[in-house]
């Protein structure tokens, strides 16, 4: 067989790897991932019903940011871990819980008062706020985002996708040196 026609076929059966493996990536097939879909759009759907906010995507945040436009931006993750490490440019960091936060407990707020998160939202209750945590599936923006609503904020969006669906789309990120 010629060195072209090997290529060739190497190619075609890298490829056909490829596919496979997407298809069946962690041994789970497009029907059980899905379901697995499915069930993290209801409960996203779930969390912003129940918190009264909008969503907003990563793309239109960045078009936002782009356009100077005055807003505060929320990063609900840990500082060390996380925020000092890497965040959407501007962002400025408050420490929620994974699990839903009914009630202010300062030992999930890394021992921060209602008062402290009011504070950094800042007076203007018409202010457009975004806030965001890691990925899809964290809740810690859900819960920033419902309580700057309990607070009186008018203007409050989530961008679900977090620091992950930023850094995916190819966005700068700061870090704190």
């Not at 909008?54 to 005055?70: A, H, N, P, W």
């Not at 992950?164 to 700068?172: E, S, T």
Request: hydrophobic share 40%.
């Amino acid at each position: 067989m010629s060195k072209s026609k090997t290529l060739i076929v190497l190619s075609l059966v890298v490829m056909l790897m490829a596919f496979s493996t997407q298809a069946f990536a962690f041994g789970k097939n497009k029907f059980e991932q899905e379901v697995e879909t499915e069930t993290a759009a209801i409960k996203l759907v779930r969390e912003v019903q129940r918190g009264g906010y909008d969503v907003i995507s990563t793309e239109e945040l960045k078009k936002m940011i782009d356009s100077g436009k005055d807003m505060l931006i929320v990063d609900t993750m840990p500082y060390d871990s996380s925020y000092k490490k890497e965040h959407i440019p501007g962002a400025k960091q408050f420490l929620f819980p994974i699990p839903d936060m009914a009630q202010w407990d300062t030992k999930e707020t890394d021992g921060k008062t209602m008062e402290d998160y009011a504070a950094l939202l800042g007076p203007d209750k018409d202010k457009t706020i975004v806030v965001y945590c890691g990925f899809v599936k964290c809740t810690r923006s859900h819960n920033g985002a419902e309580w700057a609503k309990k607070l009186g904020y008018k203007n409050v969006l989530r961008q679900p996708g977090g620091i992950f669906a930023w850094k995916g789309a190819g966005y700068p990120v700061e870090s704190v040196k």
